[in-house]
């Protein structure tokens, strides 16, 4: 079955730094587009970073560019979100999803708690 299982969240200072990981099992990890979204208390969940399938192309939302990175390493089924720079306003739920080319994002993990303190 489709797996996506997020690990790397975690309680940090602001300032700080993470690295979310994300493994994925189940299915053909290099045809997919990867992304990261969160989600915070009382929010809609957000798209945060998208990486193409080849890795070369990136895409991050306006909150988070210039401090998040997103990498994937596909002999390893494995994307990447590295966090610096942490504000208390990246506190959510850190979720990796997957799309193919031609459909929106439909294989979604478990989620990881990040939450950055002040």
């Known amino acids: 079955q489709v797996q996506l299982v997020e690990s790397g969240g975690g309680l940090v200072q602001a300032g700080g730094s993470l690295r979310l990981s994300c493994i994925a099992s189940g299915f053909t990890f290099g045809i997919y587009v990867m992304g990261w979204f969160r989600q915070a208390p009382g929010k809609e969940r957000e798209f945060v970073a998208d990486?193409?399938?080849?890795?070369?192309?990136?895409a991050y939302a306006d909150s988070v560019k210039g401090r998040f990175t997103i990498s994937r390493d596909g002999a390893r089924n494995t994307v990447y979100l590295q966090m610096s720079s942490l504000k208390a306003e990246d506190t959510a739920v850190y979720y990796c999803?997957?799309?193919?080319?031609?459909?929106?994002?439909?294989?979604w993990g478990q989620g990881t708690q990040v939450t950055v303190s002040s």
């Open positions: 999803a997957a799309k193919s080319g031609f459909s929106g994002y439909d294989k």
């Open positions: 990486i193409s399938r080849s890795g070369t192309n990136t």
